[in-house]
Structure formats: C-alpha cells, structure tokens
C-alpha cells in the first residue's frame, strides 16, 4: 500500500477565501447620455429595445420576452410596464414615463411591419430568440464603439445604470428591489454605485436638513412660537383649547345627528383633561 502524501488534508476547500462576488459597473453619466441619445436617434427594432431596456432597467431576456400589451394605463399621466418572468418570481409591474411610452408604441408599429412578427412577443424574432439577443450584443457594442467608449462594455450595465439612477434621483432600498425584481437586499446594493459626488450630497442634505431635528407639533406652540414644556400642565392647558375649538365647531353646523357624538366626544376629552390636571396637583415626591 502506498502511504498517504504529507501535504494531504493540510489545506482543505472551505480554508481558501471565496472569490469576491463582482458585478459589471454601471456606466458613467457621459456615456449613458450619450447611448441615450445615439439610441433615440434610431428607429429601427434593435436600437429601441436598448433604450427601453435602459429606461425601465429590464434584463435583456426579460425585454425580448415583452408581450404586445405590456404596457398599461392606470388613469391620469400613470403608466406601467409588465416585465415578464425573467428569472423565478421576478415578474413585476415597473412605473414607466411618457418617453418609454413613446418607445413601445415605436415598437408596437415595427412589429406591424413585414415579415410578420411572432403575435405572442412585442419584439419580432423572425430567426428565434436566440438570433435577437445575440442581435442585441451586436447593436450595443456597435454603438458603444460609435459614441468613443474604449472599455468593453457588456448590455447589463444598463441595468446597473438604471438602478444607480433610480438611487440617486431618491428612490428607496426597498422600492428599487421591486423595480429590479429582486429578493435580497445584498444584490440590489451590488447594482448600485455610491460615488464621492454621491457622498457629498447626500451629507450635505443632511447637514441642512437632519432627520432627528423634527418640527414640533403647532399644539405644542404658544403664540410667540415658543415650545411649551411637554408636562402634566400644558397636556391639560392643550385639552381645554381642544374642547373649545370642538364647542365652536358644533355650534357652526347645522343640527343633526352628529350634535349627539360631538357631546361624547367633549365629555371624554373633558374626563382625561381632568385626569392631568390631578396629575398636574400631584406633589413632586409621589410622580
């Protein structure tokens, strides 16, 4: 029998660190505008599936697999946008604007347009879908060589772009996961970039506007707009300004029905102004 090596069972799987988990970056502010805008120029079918992957930070799967009724009016200036399953439970509804609006209807029309288009997907596949996406990849890198981009570029930093937007234009941890379709908390901080600019704004805001130093209700406020001291005695000296207010204002309507649980609603404010106002007698040893 052979003997066992000496090095073997001295380093073992779980004592090598893992490798760090890193996702494309989004793209720079230049770059974007200029994509958008390379991409708004164009009207054919591949140039306005990137755009509205980027406006909606749809998975490019997840934008080929577009139904033609995707988009839906809620009434008023609201629209939304079905994002099929692009991976398990990511089907979602995304809140979209006039400009990507005015793509889907783009791409409704080239739908229209021969050769026919498969009646089941907005986006025609006349060679399947593996041909479009694959037709995408091409387009984007196209266009990236366009606008001068000189790193290599991958379509899902759009997707990274689109959330690092939607950050920093004010939009919530917890809503951007429901914009991107997301479960975990960890993945949608790994979509977003967090710059030195982003610092600085962001302390800023809250040098000028800190979230500890809320305005104090205008009961707690005497007419010199001073605070009153939040005790026993201003709770009780609060009450008697609400019944009288309360009074006033059962006197101004009409009588009805409500007279009788205006006269409850005094008598239960009058019973807990009385209790303060014990509480407001008591001696200071006993509170």
Not at 87 to 99: G, N, T
Not at 215 to 222: E, F, T, V, W
Not at 239 to 258: E, K, N
């Amino acid at each position: 029998m052979g003997r066992t090596p000496l090095w073997q069972g001295l380093l073992r799987g779980q004592d090598i660190p893992p490798r760090q988990y890193r996702l494309p970056r989004p793209l720079t502010p230049e770059d974007d505008a200029r994509l958008q805008q390379h991409w708004a120029g164009e009207k054919d079918v591949l140039h306005s599936a990137l755009l509205l992957q980027r406006l909606t930070g749809m998975r490019m799967g997840e934008c080929v697999d577009l139904a033609p009724d995707c988009l839906r009016h809620l009434g008023d200036n609201r629209w939304t946008l079905h994002v099929p399953h692009g991976k398990p439970r990511s089907e979602r509804w995304v809140p979209v604007d006039d400009q990507v609006r005015v793509v889907v209807e783009r791409l409704s029309f080239l739908r229209t347009l021969p050769p026919a288009g498969d009646p089941q997907f907005l986006l025609p596949r006349p060679k399947g879908r593996g041909a479009l996406l694959s037709s995408l990849r091409k387009t984007f890198r196209e266009a990236a060589r366009q606008i001068g981009m000189q790193a290599r570029v991958v379509p899902h930093q759009l997707r990274h772009t689109y959330a690092t937007t939607m950050l920093r234009a004010g939009v919530s941890l917890p809503a951007l996961m429901k914009l991107l379709g997301h479960h975990n908390a960890n993945m949608t901080l790994l979509y977003v970039e967090v710059t030195q600019l982003d610092l600085q704004r962001e302390y800023q805001a809250a040098r000028l506007h800190p979230r500890h130093l809320m305005p104090l209700p205008p009961a707690l406020q005497n007419a010199a707009g001073q605070t009153s001291p939040a005790d026993a005695v201003a709770v009780a000296t609060a009450l008697t300004s609400a019944l009288r207010l309360l009074d006033l204002h059962r006197q101004l309507l009409a009588p009805s029905g409500t007279n009788k649980q205006f006269l409850l609603l005094s008598r239960r404010l009058a019973r807990i102004r009385s209790l303060f106002e014990k509480l407001s007698q008591r001696p200071i040893d006993e509170k």
